[in-house]
Protein backbone atom coordinates (compact mmCIF):
# COMPACT_ATOMS: atom_id res chain seq x y z
CA UNK A 1 0.00 0.00 0.00
CA UNK A 2 1.50 3.25 -0.68
CA UNK A 3 2.12 6.25 1.43
CA UNK A 4 -0.88 8.02 -0.38
CA UNK A 5 -3.33 5.26 0.06
CA UNK A 6 -2.76 5.21 3.97
CA UNK A 7 -3.04 8.99 4.14
CA UNK A 8 -6.65 8.59 2.44
CA UNK A 9 -7.32 5.41 5.08
CA UNK A 10 -6.39 7.00 8.29
CA UNK A 11 -8.47 10.40 7.45
CA UNK A 12 -11.85 7.71 6.18
CA UNK A 13 -11.69 6.10 9.86
CA UNK A 14 -10.87 9.34 11.25
CA UNK A 15 -13.99 10.78 9.92
CA UNK A 16 -16.40 7.76 10.65
CA UNK A 17 -15.54 7.93 14.73
CA UNK A 18 -16.34 11.10 14.34
CA UNK A 19 -19.88 11.09 12.87
CA UNK A 20 -20.28 8.20 15.94
CA UNK A 21 -19.47 10.29 18.50
CA UNK A 22 -21.87 13.13 17.20
CA UNK A 23 -24.80 13.53 19.07
CA UNK A 24 -28.04 11.52 16.99
CA UNK A 25 -26.02 9.12 15.27
CA UNK A 26 -25.67 6.05 17.54
CA UNK A 27 -25.65 3.18 15.40
CA UNK A 28 -28.36 1.60 18.71
CA UNK A 29 -31.66 1.10 17.40
CA UNK A 30 -35.12 2.24 19.03
CA UNK A 31 -37.59 0.19 19.99
CA UNK A 32 -40.91 0.09 22.36
CA UNK A 33 -42.07 -2.79 23.97
CA UNK A 34 -45.22 -4.00 26.65
CA UNK A 35 -45.99 -5.99 29.20
CA UNK A 36 -49.31 -6.86 31.08
CA UNK A 37 -47.44 -7.38 34.36
CA UNK A 38 -49.20 -9.43 37.09
CA UNK A 39 -52.83 -10.52 35.86
CA UNK A 40 -52.37 -12.66 32.85
CA UNK A 41 -54.35 -12.48 29.50
CA UNK A 42 -57.90 -12.36 30.97
CA UNK A 43 -58.77 -9.50 33.83
CA UNK A 44 -62.31 -9.07 35.60
CA UNK A 45 -64.23 -5.86 35.11
CA UNK A 46 -63.56 -2.69 37.31
CA UNK A 47 -60.03 -4.10 37.99
CA UNK A 48 -57.24 -1.92 37.99
CA UNK A 49 -54.82 -2.29 35.39
CA UNK A 50 -50.84 -1.23 34.71
CA UNK A 51 -49.61 -1.82 31.45
CA UNK A 52 -45.93 -1.51 32.04
CA UNK A 53 -43.93 -0.52 28.63
CA UNK A 54 -40.20 0.51 27.76
CA UNK A 55 -38.60 2.55 25.23
CA UNK A 56 -34.73 0.99 24.55
CA UNK A 57 -32.58 3.83 23.29
CA UNK A 58 -35.48 6.76 23.05
CA UNK A 59 -34.36 9.66 21.43
CA UNK A 60 -34.48 12.89 22.97
CA UNK A 61 -38.09 14.33 23.26
CA UNK A 62 -39.38 10.88 22.69
CA UNK A 63 -42.82 10.73 23.37
CA UNK A 64 -45.12 7.72 23.03
CA UNK A 65 -48.97 7.77 21.59
CA UNK A 66 -51.26 4.98 23.41
CA UNK A 67 -54.63 4.11 22.11
CA UNK A 68 -56.83 2.10 24.30
CA UNK A 69 -59.84 -0.20 22.79
CA UNK A 70 -62.06 -2.54 23.39
CA UNK A 71 -64.04 -5.10 21.06
CA UNK A 72 -63.07 -2.60 18.36
CA UNK A 73 -63.81 0.70 19.99
CA UNK A 74 -61.53 2.99 21.23
CA UNK A 75 -61.73 3.80 24.65
CA UNK A 76 -59.05 7.06 24.97
CA UNK A 77 -55.52 7.93 23.85
CA UNK A 78 -53.17 9.11 25.52
CA UNK A 79 -49.51 10.54 24.67
CA UNK A 80 -46.80 9.70 27.38
CA UNK A 81 -43.61 10.74 28.10
CA UNK A 82 -40.98 8.23 28.78
CA UNK A 83 -38.90 8.36 31.99
CA UNK A 84 -35.25 8.89 31.69
CA UNK A 85 -34.75 5.67 31.86
CA UNK A 86 -37.11 4.37 28.90
CA UNK A 87 -39.86 3.25 31.40
CA UNK A 88 -43.79 4.38 30.95
CA UNK A 89 -46.71 2.77 32.58
CA UNK A 90 -50.50 3.13 30.99
CA UNK A 91 -52.99 2.91 34.13
CA UNK A 92 -56.63 2.33 33.72
CA UNK A 93 -59.81 0.63 35.58
CA UNK A 94 -61.62 -2.47 33.31
CA UNK A 95 -64.82 -0.60 32.16
CA UNK A 96 -65.74 -2.69 28.77
CA UNK A 97 -65.79 -5.40 26.98
CA UNK A 98 -64.38 -7.95 26.09
CA UNK A 99 -61.41 -7.88 24.46
CA UNK A 100 -58.89 -4.83 25.33
CA UNK A 101 -55.83 -3.65 22.90
CA UNK A 102 -53.57 -1.28 23.96
CA UNK A 103 -51.47 0.09 21.07
CA UNK A 104 -48.22 2.28 21.44
CA UNK A 105 -46.14 4.15 18.68
CA UNK A 106 -43.01 5.80 19.73
CA UNK A 107 -42.46 9.61 17.88
CA UNK A 108 -39.66 7.71 15.96
CA UNK A 109 -42.65 5.39 14.41
CA UNK A 110 -41.89 2.46 16.60
CA UNK A 111 -45.00 0.36 17.48
CA UNK A 112 -46.33 -2.34 19.89
CA UNK A 113 -49.44 -3.79 21.09
CA UNK A 114 -50.80 -6.02 24.31
CA UNK A 115 -54.56 -7.62 24.72
CA UNK A 116 -56.42 -9.17 27.41
CA UNK A 117 -59.63 -10.62 27.97
CA UNK A 118 -62.65 -9.48 30.34
CA UNK A 119 -64.60 -11.66 32.42
CA UNK A 120 -67.93 -10.54 33.07
CA UNK A 121 -69.51 -11.91 36.81
CA UNK A 122 -72.18 -14.56 36.05
CA UNK A 123 -74.26 -13.10 39.13
CA UNK A 124 -74.66 -10.02 39.88
CA UNK A 125 -75.00 -8.77 44.04
CA UNK A 126 -75.11 -5.48 45.84
CA UNK A 127 -71.59 -3.27 44.81
CA UNK A 128 -69.77 -1.43 42.35
CA UNK A 129 -70.20 -4.17 39.38
CA UNK A 130 -73.95 -3.74 40.09
CA UNK A 131 -73.79 -0.10 39.67
CA UNK A 132 -71.78 -0.57 36.57
CA UNK A 133 -74.93 -2.64 35.23
CA UNK A 134 -77.38 -0.53 36.26
CA UNK A 135 -75.33 2.16 34.37
CA UNK A 136 -75.07 0.35 31.39
CA UNK A 137 -78.22 -0.06 31.09
CA UNK A 138 -79.24 3.45 31.47
CA UNK A 139 -76.46 4.43 28.73
CA UNK A 140 -78.25 2.05 26.05
CA UNK A 141 -81.48 3.54 27.02
CA UNK A 142 -83.02 0.90 29.29
CA UNK A 143 -85.03 2.94 32.28
CA UNK A 144 -83.66 1.45 35.67
CA UNK A 145 -84.96 4.21 37.34
CA UNK A 146 -81.31 3.87 39.84
CA UNK A 147 -77.97 4.35 39.15
CA UNK A 148 -77.06 2.78 42.48
CA UNK A 149 -75.02 0.17 43.73
CA UNK A 150 -78.69 -2.84 44.14
CA UNK A 151 -80.28 -5.09 41.77
CA UNK A 152 -83.62 -4.01 42.09
CA UNK A 153 -87.22 -3.87 40.59
CA UNK A 154 -86.23 -1.64 38.24
CA UNK A 155 -83.07 -2.90 37.15
CA UNK A 156 -85.04 -6.58 36.85
CA UNK A 157 -87.79 -4.17 34.76
CA UNK A 158 -84.87 -2.80 32.42
CA UNK A 159 -83.37 -6.44 31.89
CA UNK A 160 -87.09 -7.60 30.64
CA UNK A 161 -86.92 -4.65 28.38
CA UNK A 162 -83.76 -5.26 27.16
CA UNK A 163 -84.50 -8.59 26.32
CA UNK A 164 -87.64 -8.25 24.55
CA UNK A 165 -85.67 -5.15 22.51
CA UNK A 166 -83.26 -8.16 21.36
CA UNK A 167 -85.12 -11.46 20.63
CA UNK A 168 -84.47 -13.17 23.90
CA UNK A 169 -86.46 -15.27 26.48
CA UNK A 170 -89.26 -12.40 28.15
CA UNK A 171 -88.14 -12.72 31.46
CA UNK A 172 -86.44 -10.84 34.43
CA UNK A 173 -83.18 -12.43 34.91
CA UNK A 174 -80.27 -11.48 34.93
CA UNK A 175 -77.39 -13.00 32.05
CA UNK A 176 -73.82 -12.35 31.01
CA UNK A 177 -74.68 -12.00 27.96
CA UNK A 178 -76.52 -8.95 28.49
CA UNK A 179 -73.63 -7.08 30.14
CA UNK A 180 -71.29 -8.12 27.39
CA UNK A 181 -73.62 -7.08 24.97
CA UNK A 182 -74.33 -3.44 27.38
CA UNK A 183 -70.39 -2.90 27.57
CA UNK A 184 -70.14 -3.44 23.97
CA UNK A 185 -72.36 -0.61 23.32
CA UNK A 186 -75.08 -2.60 21.78
CA UNK A 187 -78.52 -3.69 22.40
CA UNK A 188 -80.62 -0.89 22.24
CA UNK A 189 -83.80 -0.11 21.13
CA UNK A 190 -83.70 1.23 17.27
CA UNK A 191 -86.28 3.73 16.51
CA UNK A 192 -88.14 3.84 13.42
CA UNK A 193 -89.00 7.50 12.99
CA UNK A 194 -86.43 10.68 13.95
CA UNK A 195 -89.46 13.51 14.00
CA UNK A 196 -87.81 14.87 17.41
CA UNK A 197 -89.15 14.27 20.71
CA UNK A 198 -91.63 11.23 20.49
CA UNK A 199 -92.83 7.83 21.60
CA UNK A 200 -92.53 4.82 19.68
CA UNK A 201 -94.51 1.39 20.58
CA UNK A 202 -93.29 -1.85 19.11
CA UNK A 203 -96.29 -4.28 19.31
CA UNK A 204 -94.65 -6.93 18.54
CA UNK A 205 -92.39 -7.08 20.98
CA UNK A 206 -94.21 -5.19 23.62
CA UNK A 207 -92.02 -2.42 24.47
CA UNK A 208 -92.21 1.59 24.44
CA UNK A 209 -89.31 4.06 23.95
CA UNK A 210 -89.17 7.61 24.58
CA UNK A 211 -87.19 8.77 21.79
CA UNK A 212 -85.32 12.32 21.19
CA UNK A 213 -84.85 12.14 17.13
CA UNK A 214 -83.10 9.11 16.70
CA UNK A 215 -82.32 8.48 20.19
CA UNK A 216 -84.07 5.75 22.25
CA UNK A 217 -83.47 8.07 25.76
CA UNK A 218 -85.73 5.97 27.95
CA UNK A 219 -87.13 2.01 26.91
CA UNK A 220 -89.80 0.08 29.20
CA UNK A 221 -91.75 -3.46 28.90
CA UNK A 222 -95.15 -2.73 28.32
CA UNK A 223 -98.22 -4.85 27.90
CA UNK A 224 -100.69 -3.32 25.03
CA UNK A 225 -104.14 -4.79 23.39
CA UNK A 226 -105.36 -8.10 23.55
CA UNK A 227 -106.77 -9.64 20.05
CA UNK A 228 -110.44 -8.66 21.34
CA UNK A 229 -108.90 -5.18 21.95
CA UNK A 230 -106.51 -4.31 19.87
CA UNK A 231 -103.97 -0.90 20.10
CA UNK A 232 -104.53 0.77 17.25
CA UNK A 233 -101.35 1.33 14.92
CA UNK A 234 -100.47 4.56 13.59
CA UNK A 235 -99.24 8.01 13.97
CA UNK A 236 -100.43 10.19 16.52
CA UNK A 237 -100.44 13.19 18.56
CA UNK A 238 -100.37 13.18 22.95
CA UNK A 239 -104.06 15.56 23.55
CA UNK A 240 -104.98 14.95 27.19
CA UNK A 241 -102.88 14.13 30.73
CA UNK A 242 -104.49 12.73 33.36
CA UNK A 243 -102.40 12.61 36.68
CA UNK A 244 -103.07 10.09 39.54
CA UNK A 245 -105.70 7.09 39.58
CA UNK A 246 -109.13 6.73 37.40
CA UNK A 247 -112.11 5.05 37.80
CA UNK A 248 -110.16 2.36 35.66
CA UNK A 249 -107.34 2.30 37.97
CA UNK A 250 -105.41 3.79 35.51
CA UNK A 251 -102.08 5.89 36.96
CA UNK A 252 -100.95 8.43 35.36
CA UNK A 253 -102.67 8.69 31.71
CA UNK A 254 -101.75 10.10 28.65
CA UNK A 255 -103.88 9.59 25.90
CA UNK A 256 -103.40 9.94 22.15
CA UNK A 257 -106.28 9.17 20.47
CA UNK A 258 -109.84 9.03 21.90
CA UNK A 259 -109.55 6.68 24.77
CA UNK A 260 -106.52 5.16 24.28
CA UNK A 261 -103.15 6.14 26.51
CA UNK A 262 -100.35 5.05 27.78
CA UNK A 263 -100.53 4.56 31.63
CA UNK A 264 -99.66 2.53 35.01
CA UNK A 265 -101.16 -0.52 36.23
CA UNK A 266 -101.20 -3.30 38.60
CA UNK A 267 -100.85 -5.80 36.23
CA UNK A 268 -97.97 -5.66 33.31
CA UNK A 269 -97.88 -9.50 32.13
CA UNK A 270 -95.39 -10.77 29.23
CA UNK A 271 -98.98 -11.03 26.86
CA UNK A 272 -101.13 -8.16 25.39
CA UNK A 273 -103.96 -7.87 28.31
CA UNK A 274 -105.01 -4.48 28.06
CA UNK A 275 -108.40 -3.35 26.61
CA UNK A 276 -106.41 -1.15 23.92
CA UNK A 277 -103.97 0.92 26.01
CA UNK A 278 -100.43 0.68 26.50
CA UNK A 279 -99.25 -0.39 30.19
CA UNK A 280 -96.53 0.65 31.85
CA UNK A 281 -94.97 -0.69 34.83
CA UNK A 282 -96.35 1.49 37.82
CA UNK A 283 -92.79 2.14 39.48
CA UNK A 284 -92.38 4.07 35.94
CA UNK A 285 -95.68 5.66 35.52
CA UNK A 286 -95.06 9.52 36.64
CA UNK A 287 -91.83 9.15 35.11
CA UNK A 288 -93.34 8.60 31.70
CA UNK A 289 -96.49 10.80 32.14
CA UNK A 290 -93.92 13.79 33.73
CA UNK A 291 -91.33 13.05 30.13
CA UNK A 292 -94.40 13.37 27.58
CA UNK A 293 -95.73 16.75 26.60
CA UNK A 294 -98.88 17.67 25.11
CA UNK A 295 -97.99 17.22 21.44
CA UNK A 296 -95.65 15.10 21.42
CA UNK A 297 -95.88 12.66 18.42
CA UNK A 298 -96.70 9.12 19.50
CA UNK A 299 -95.67 5.82 16.40
CA UNK A 300 -97.83 2.09 17.28
CA UNK A 301 -96.82 -0.17 15.42
CA UNK A 302 -95.68 -4.10 14.44
Known sequence: MTRGTNIRAAVLIASIGLLLALPGTSSAATSVSLDLGKGGAHRAL?????VNGFVLNPNPGEQVDVKVSASGRELFKRTITPKTNGTFEVPFAVKACCRYLIETKTTGGQSAAVNFGVRVPKKLRRGRLARLFNRSLQAQGFHTGTNGRRVNRGTHLAI??????NGMRWSERYRPSIFRTLLRGEGAFKPRFDDGKHVEVDISRQVMSLVVGDTPRHTFHVSTGTGGTPTVRG????YLKQPGYNGKQMYYSVYFIGGYATHGY????NHNASHGC????????RFIYNWIDLGDSMHTYS
Not at 46 to 50: A, C, T
Not at 235 to 238: A, G, H, K, L, M
Open 46 to 50: LEKVR
Open 160 to 165: KAFRKV
Open 235 to 238: NYRF
Open 266 to 269: SSVP
Open 278 to 285: IRNPIPFS
